[in-house]
C-alpha cells in the first residue's frame, strides 16, 4: 500500500449515486458527509477492514450513502465479512497469490512480468500486449461470491502511460461469464476506482481480473478491495421535466424505452431510478446475445436477463426480447464450426426454443432477426453470414415460424439499421423483404426501426442526419401493409468535439424523430439505444464519436431529454393535443434550440453549468439553462409499481 500518495478519486458510479443520495437529511443520519463511496466507504477507508462486524458497526461504519441507505438489508452482518483479496495492498514484495496470463502469438505477440514496486503491484508488457485488453491479464482466483449480495470493488490503479483497461469479477473458465466486468481509463496519475454492485451467482472459486492487455507499458495496482456490503436502496425519482410528467406518462402517445446493460444495472440506483422513473420498456443491450445467453451448446445462461426480467415486472416496465437470430456476439461454438442446413436449422430451433420457452408470456415483443440485409455484391441483398450462407434466404421465413410456435401471443420483429427513409436502398430492400414474408404469411408483427443517427465531426450533416418526410412515409408504407414498427435503439452521437451547433441538431432529432412516431399510427414504442452517455455503447464503437444519448455522463438530463420531454408537452397526458391540433413532424418550439448541456462537460462553450456540481449540497437539485425544474432526489424508498395509464392507441391491432 502507498500511504505517500495523494491518490486522485474517480467518482464511479457507486460514490455518485452517494453523493446524489446524500440529502440533507440523509446527512443529518449520517452525521456529516462521510466518505463518498456509499455503503462501500467503510470498507475501503479501513483498507479492507471487515465490513458490518456487528450491525452497529455496520450502520456507523457506512453510513457515507445515507444512513438509511445501507438499510436494505436492515444491518445485517454479510455472511462473509472479509476483503476477499488476501494481498491487495502489496506491503511487502511478495505477488502471491496474483497470477499472470499472457496470450501470445506471433501475429499478436504478448508478454507479462510482475512484482511490487514502491508499495504497489505493477505488470509490465515489454513485448505486445497482444491484440485485445483480455490478452493480458492479472488476476486471483478462488474468491467465493455470493448470490443476491452486493460486493463492494475498490482499487488504486495507474499505468505509465494513459490506456483503457477492464476490471472483472468472474467465472475463470470457460466460456469465461463475466459477473461484472467495466471499462476504465487510467493514467500516470494514480487514480482510485470504487464500484459497488450487485453479483447474481454463487461462485466459491470466481476470479477477480485486470485485463490490461493491447499495447505495451506498465500497469500498477494497489489497495484492491472485494468485500460483500448491504444492499443499496433505489432512490425515489421525481422527473426534472417542465410539464412536471415523465416520458412514461405519456405512454398513450408513444411508450419510450430504452436499453439497459447489465454492468449499469448491478451498480447504479440512480440509473435504475431513472429508467424505472421516465421508461415504459426496457429492452437487454447485451445479456440476451447469443454468446452470453447460450455460451455453450444447450447450455443456457438466463442469470443477467432474469434478474433485469424481474425488476423490470417490479417496476411495471415491459420488456423487449433481443436479439434472436443475428450473426454478431455469436458464440464461437457455432461460428467456429461448419454445420449443414440442417443441423444449423437445428441449431437455430433450439436457441429460439430455448430463450422464449423460458420467457413465454413475459415478453410482448422479440427482435426475431436482426441486422440481415446489407450490401452485397454491388446490390443490397442477405448479408453473408453463417446463418444465410448455410440455411439460405428462407432462414429469416423459418426463424419467424419457430418463433410464433414458441410464443403465439408475442409480436415478432425483423430489427435492422439504416432502413428508417423511404427511398434508401437498404431501407426499400428491408420493405420488400418485410412485404414479401407477410404475402406469404409469414408470422411478422412489425420491424424495428434502430435508429442510429449522427452529425461528423466536422459538423456535417449529409449523411448522418435523416430526412423525417421520408420516415414518415416509410411508416406510412407499412401500416398500408399491416406491419407495425417500433424504433428499437435510437441514438445520436456526435463528432467531437461538441459543440453548441451539434448539439442543436441533435435536440432536433430526437424531437422530430419522436413526433414523426407519434404522428404514424402504426409506430407504438420509441426506444433509446442507452440512458446516458456513461455506459455508452458509442465511444468504443465509433470512436470518433461520443455524447449521443439524453442522460449525461454524471446521469443528469441533457438538452435532448429536454426536447423530448417538450415534444410529449404538447398533449395532456391521455393523448389529446393541448389547446388545439399539433404539427406534425415538426420539432417543438424551443426544442431545437435547447441549451446544450453539455454532454460530459468536455467544452467549456457548452458545459452545463450544473453539471456535476448540482448545487453545493451534491446534485439533489440541478437548475440549468434549459429551464429544467429541480432535479429532487430524495429520500431511500423504493419506487413502487407504475400505474397503468390510458392508453389512445392501445386499441389498435397488434398493440399493446
Ligand atoms: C451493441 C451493444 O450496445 C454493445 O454493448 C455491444 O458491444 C455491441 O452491441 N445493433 C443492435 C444492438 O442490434 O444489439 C447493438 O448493441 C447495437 C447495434
Redesign the pocket.
Known sequence: MVVSRSAFKVAAFSSLVALCLSTHAARAQAGGSGGSSGAAAGGAGAGGAPVGGSAGAATGGMTASGGTATGGTGGTTPVNPANLISNGAFDSDVTDPWWTYANNTDENPADETIAVNNGQLCATMTTGGGKNVWDVILGVSGLSLLPNQYYHISFTASADADRAIKFKVGLGDKPYTDYFIEQIPISATPATFDYTYLNLRTDPMAQFQFQIGKTTGTVCIDNVVVEPVAAPTMPVYKTPFPSGHPFKDYKSLVKMGT?V?TPIFLSSPLHNAIVAGEFSMITP??SM?MNLIQPVQGTFDFTDTDALVAWAQANGLEFRG??LV?H??APDWVTGATFSRDELIAIMYAHIDGVMSHYVGKFPYW?VV??AIDQVDGGWGFRKTFWHETIGDDFINLAFARAHAADPAAKLYY?D?NIEQKGNAKADKVFEMIKGLKAAGVPIDGVGF?G?YYVEPNGSTSVGLPKMQAIIDNMARYNDIGIDVQIT?SDFRIGKPLDDAKTQVQNKFYADFLQACIDATNCSHFTV??LSDVDS?VP??FPEYDYAHLWDSKLMPKADALAVSAVFAKYNVDGTPIGGSVGTGGAPSGAGGATASGGSGASPATANPSSGSGDSSGCSFVSRAGGLTPLLLSGFVAIGALASRRRRKSARSGQR
Open positions: 436499453a446493460d443491450a447485451n446475445k433481443h436479439p443475428w454478431t456476439q427482435d436482426n441486422e430489427n439499421y434502430q442510429h435503439e439505444w442507452g455503447w468504443s464503437t
